[in-house]
């Protein structure tokens, strides 16, 4: 698979030139800049992501990625053994504030493209996922929010597209105004499996801190250098290896996500401009992983 995902980087800059002017008073900011970890403020804002993964070297584990391997009795994943997959997954999600400070509700909706070394190449939708965030707490320093959020199985289990059962996801989500240009944010979210195969499921517990700092700050652009870590620990389940057989997937993941968030348009003060750019890289920290690196772009836009 092609390594280089600089041409879908230029795209996004280019879409983001497309996107039409927003007026200052709509660039309502909230210091978040994150581009991995869930983001505590509620916020309108739709948001088109484009994430390229490579070396899932164990693909059904815990049924997190895609189910339990279809070479086993009675398993509804892919047909063959896999020894990695690489992956590409495109996400247009939309987030609506239905009460100001109080509650929002989201949904999103992923397109995966996978490209395994033994079973075949895929392209589809995969598991839609939507929910609701509550605001526990809010002032000019820091946010607190419960989110809830449930994956449905819209995604073709059999080719590697969704993992054939619906998952709940209860989250708490922080965001710490340390200055004028420094945000800390952290999450805390519990994927748990409702159904699945056999004993194959795991309950992830993830969990991660990320800080960003508004470098630039000019009148037509911003510069938001961030820095996130993000674990995955797994409480249960098992995986197939195809070096051993099956094993169980009790370990915890860890990966350093570095990337830049490009504000376009006038922003407040807290560094938020209402549209954006992201752009980032991930590596895995870990013997076990998910995947080897990932690169991620994002376009946002606050309305």
Known sequence: MNRGPIAKILLFFWCVNLLPSTAKAQLSGDGTNVGYIDSAPLRNQARFRYDAAYGNTIPDWGEFFYPKCGCLPNAPGPPLAETNVDYQEFRLHFEHVLAENLFSVFAELPFRVVNPTVNRNAGGISDINAGVKVSLYDDTQQNLTFQFRTYLPTGDGSRGLGNEHISLEPAVLYLRRLSERTTLETELRDFIPIGGTDNW???????????????????????????????????????????????????????????????????????????????????????????????????????
Do not use: C
């Not at 169980?248 to 830049?260: M, P, R, S, Y």
């Not at 490009?262 to 998910?290: D, H, K, N």
């Open 201 to 303: 499921p795991a309950n992830v517990l993830r969990y991660g801190v990320g800080i960003s700092h508004l470098m630039y700050d000019g009148d037509h652009a911003q510069i938001s250098p961030v820095a996130e870590a993000v674990g995955w620990s797994m409480l249960n389940g098992r995986g197939l290896d195809v070096a051993t057989g099956p094993r169980d997937t009790e370990t915890t993941i860890v990966n350093l996500k570095l990337g830049a968030r490009i504000g376009f348009g006038r922003a407040t003060r807290s560094g938020t401009p209402g549209r954006s750019l992201y752009v980032g890289y991930g590596r895995s920290l870990t013997g076990t992983r998910w995947y080897d690196d990932v690169f991620r772009a994002e376009v946002r836009v606050l309305y």
